[in-house]
């Protein structure tokens, strides 16, 4: 295959936050990068791209990915979910989003991104952490700004608030 062949752009579709998207992408492109260049979202952000800061983590398929180490190919007939699709609603907050805003745990909110999308999987699948777990979950993820305890007192309460919600759920069920 010539150079030439090899870098010619292949059609990419995928679910993103429940919606149907395509684009174009060279065999090498990122997805991270996909998804900003091409779809236009940019709330997943790109900080080291080599899988060290954690600024780019999404969800694909229901498991944690590292936008930046992971080729857009790779995410053709996937399911994604990115930080636009976190909030319920354009005009409301989620749960963890709500925490972070009332206990100041982001100040650039370079990190933000990746963070709120690593603690939305975690507390789908833990639903009663402790410190120490939100605490490990965080060393995936480098903030430069907080110092990190605003993040974690926020994480606590949207775990306690999240479950909170699911025990009315199953009662009125
Ligand atoms: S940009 Fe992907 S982990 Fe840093
Ligand atoms: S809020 Fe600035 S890097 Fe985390």
């Given at each position: 295959m010539s150079r030439w062949q090899s870098m010619r752009r292949h059609l990419v579709g995928f679910t993103l936050n429940g919606r149907q998207v395509q684009g174009e992408a060279e065999p090498r492109m990122l997805l991270s990068d996909f998804l900003r260049?091409?779809?236009?979202?940019?709330?997943?952000h790109v900080g080291c791209?080599?899988?060290?800061?954690?600024?780019?983590t999404i969800i694909v398929d229901g498991m944690l990915t590292r936008a930046c180490l992971t080729?857009?190919?790779?995410?053709?007939g996937c399911d994604l979910r990115t930080?636009?699709?976190?909030?319920?609603?354009?005009d409301r907050l989620g749960v963890l989003q709500t925490a972070f805003r009332r206990h100041h745990?982001?100040?650039?909110?370079?990190c933000t991104a990746g963070i709120l999308m690593s603690l939305d999987h975690f507390l789908q699948h833990n639903p009663s952490p402790d410190e120490s777990k939100i605490r490990g979950l965080l060393s995936g993820h480098l903030c430069?700004?907080?110092?990190y305890s605003p993040i974690i007192r926020a994480a606590l309460e949207a775990a306690a608030e999240l479950a909170e919600i699911q025990m009315h759920e199953k009662a009125d069920a």
């Amino acid at each position: 295959m010539s150079r030439w062949q090899s870098m010619r752009r292949h059609l990419v579709g995928f679910t993103l936050n429940g919606r149907q998207v395509q684009g174009e992408a060279e065999p090498r492109m990122l997805l991270s990068d996909f998804l900003r260049q091409q779809i236009g979202a940019t709330g997943t952000h790109v900080g080291c791209e080599h899988g060290v800061c954690g600024a780019c983590t999404i969800i694909v398929d229901g498991m944690l990915t590292r936008a930046c180490l992971t080729l857009a190919m790779q995410a053709d007939g996937c399911d994604l979910r990115t930080v636009e699709g976190i909030a319920p609603s354009a005009d409301r907050l989620g749960v963890l989003q709500t925490a972070f805003r009332r206990h100041h745990a982001l100040q650039c909110g370079f990190c933000t991104a990746g963070i709120l999308m690593s603690l939305d999987h975690f507390l789908q699948h833990n639903p009663s952490p402790d410190e120490s777990k939100i605490r490990g979950l965080l060393s995936g993820h480098l903030c430069r700004c907080t110092g990190y305890s605003p993040i974690i007192r926020a994480a606590l309460e949207a775990a306690a608030e999240l479950a909170e919600i699911q025990m009315h759920e199953k009662a009125d069920a």
